[in-house]
């Protein structure tokens, strides 16, 4: 079964960075779209970016405007994992973090993907 995995969540300062991991496992890097969202208590769950690999080692990257900039992604193949590098950290940033996979097509993978595969979420808090 496809499955992912988030880690590297935190209590931070203001202005401070976090990395966070998503290891990837079971899935075929064939038009594979990988993503990270984050849901903040009562708030719909909102967009960071998304990742379309067409091969294990090519890949475009789609970020949402409000974190331009300030967050970055990377992803190793030697270890299946991918990362949210996360820089100037605001205290609106808190939120449950969630990556997801699933095979799209591009077009669906930069606006709009839907995701079959969910991890369970870790939790970054950004105090004022």
């Known amino acids: 079964q496809p499955q992912v995995t988030e880690s590297g969540g935190g209590s931070v300062d203001e202005g401070g960075s976090l990395r966070l991991s998503c290891a990837v496992s079971?899935?075929?890097?064939?038009?594979?779209?990988l993503g990270w969202f984050r849901q903040a208590p009562g708030k719909k769950r909102e967009k960071i970016v998304t990742?379309?690999?067409?091969?294990?080692?090519?890949?475009?990257?789609y970020y949402t405007d409000s974190v331009q900039g300030r967050f970055s992604t990377s992803h190793d193949s030697d270890r299946n994992t991918l990362y949210l590098e996360m820089n100037g950290l605001k205290p609106e940033d808190t939120a449950m973090y969630y990556c997801?996979?699933?095979?799209?097509?591009?077009?669906?993978?930069?606006?709009?993907?839907?995701?079959?595969?969910w991890g369970q979420g870790t939790q970054v808090t950004v105090s004022s």
């Open positions: 990742i379309w690999f067409p091969t294990p080692y090519t890949h475009d990257t």
């Open positions: 079971g899935v075929i890097y064939s038009s594979l779209c």
């Open positions: 997801a996979a699933q095979r799209l097509w591009r077009d669906q993978c930069e606006d709009e993907p839907q995701f079959d595969t």
